[in-house]
C-alpha cells in the first residue's frame, strides 16, 4: 500500500483520466465522420461517373500519402491561422483546435475506410449486381440494398484495424494543442523525472482502449460473416 | 518457387542492409580512433536559434555555440576537434553523469532540482521570461495586459502557464509543438504574444526572415541564469571552464557573441554575470 503510493505520487495533480477521455472524444467523432465519407469515398470509387471516380482515386492516393502531422498542422496554421476557419467554434482555441483535429483525422483516416470498402465490394460477387441491375434498380439503390450491406460484413476486420489506428494516431493532435493523452504525456515527462514509468502507464492505457477494441470487432467479425 | 525467390530476395535485402550498418559504426569508429585523446565532445541544443542550431550546411551557430568554443579553445581545444551532440532538454542530465559529454551549454538553466546531480559552471548569461508582440503592436505594455489576448507556447512548455496562472488568468493558451508555429500565428495575427526565456525569443526574431517583424515587450518574469553544466564534483573543469568564462568576458568576446547573436530584435541583454552569482 506504501509503496504503491510512493511509485504512484508523481501522478498527483493531472488529469489522466481527463486526457484518455478527450482522445476517446477524439476518436469516435473522428471515426464516425470517416466511416461517412469514407463510405460515399468507395462509393465514388466504385460508381459509373468517370468524374467521381477520377475525384476518389485521386482524393484516396493524395490523402493517405501526406503524413498526419502535415495535414494537422497545415488544418491550424492554414484554415484557422490564414484563413480564420473556426468550424463554430468561435474563439476559444480549445474547441477550434479540437474540431479542427477531428476533421483532420476523419478526412485522412476516410481514404483508409474507402479503400478497406472497396476490397470488401470486390468480395461480393458481380453477378448479384448484374441481377439487381436486371431488376431495374438503379446504381444507388444497388450500391444501399445489395453490394454495401455484404460488403460491410466482410471488412469488420479490416475497418478494426483502421479504428486501432485511428486511436493511436488521435496522439498526433498534440501537435496543435489539444490537450489529450500525448500531451500531458508530454507536460509530464517535462515535469517530472519518470520517463519510463510515465511512458509504460500511456501505454498501458492505450492498449486498454485498443485491445477490447480489437476483440469485440474480431467477435463480430466471425459473427456477421457471410459465408459463401 | 515463387516463395523461394521472395525469400533470397529479403535475405539480399537483410545482407546489405547489415553490411550497411557495419560500414557505418566502422566509420565511426575510425573517426573517434584516429582523433585520439585530442578531441572534445560538448552537449549543445540544435534547434534553437540564436543559441544553438545546426544550419543546412551542417555547422552549428549561437550564442551557446560561441561560448562552448571559446571555453574548449582555453581548455586547449581547436574548434576543428569539436565535436557538438545535442542534448535536448530531458537528457542533460544523464548525458553528462554517463560522460557521454564533456561539458553541456545548452540554454541550462541554474536551479537546485538539477544541482543535485550536476555542476555549474558560470552562469554566463542571464535570461528572463518575457514575451514577443508584433512589431506595430502597442497594446501588450505589462504582463497583465496579456488578459484577453491569445498566447503561445510549446507543448510540454512551463512559461505560458505561469503566466496564465500567476499573471493574466484570462490569456487564452495556445500549445504547438514547436515555436515556429507560433511566430506563423503571430505573423497573422492568429496569436498576440509568444512567450519563453527572452533570449531564446531574441534568436527567433532575428532570423533572417522574422528581422523587424517582431519585439520583445521586455517583461522580466523570472529569473534564468545558464550554466555550463558539467560532470558532479569536477572541481577543476569547473575552475578552468570559469576561468575561461571571466576571461571571454573581460576580452570583450562575449559582448560580440551577444551582438552577433541577439542584436536584431531590440534585446536589451543584462551584463554579463559574475561567475558564481546565481540571481534568484
Redesign the interface.
Known sequence: MEAREIVFDFLEGYDLLGAFWVTVKLTVYSALGALIWGTLLAGMRVGPVPLMRGFGTAYVNIVRNIPLTVIIVFASLGLFQTLQVTLGGGDNFETVNFRLAVLSLALYTAAFVCEALRSGINTVPAGQAEAARALGLSFTQVLRLIILPQAFRSVVNPLANVLIALTKNTTVAAAIGVVEAAYLMKDMIEAEAQLILISAIFAFGFICLTLPTGLVLGWVSKKVAVKR | MQLRKVTAASAAVLALALTATACGSEDKDDAAGSGGGGKITIGIKIDQPGLGLKTPDGKFAGFDVDVATYIAKELGFDAKNIEFVETK??DRETAIERGDVKFIAATYSINDERLQKVDFAGPYLLAHQDVLVRADDNTIKSPEDLNNK?LCSV????SAKNVKEKLAPKA??????GYS?CL??LE?K??DALTTDDSILAGYAAQEAHKGKFKLAGFKMTNENYGIGLKKGDADLKKKVDAALTKMVSDGSWDKAVEANFGPANYKNEKAPEIGNVVK
Open positions: 532538454s530531458a491569445k507543448t510540454g512548455s512551463t487564452q493558451l495556445q500549445n504547438y509543438g508555429e506563423t500565428g497573422n492568429a496569436i
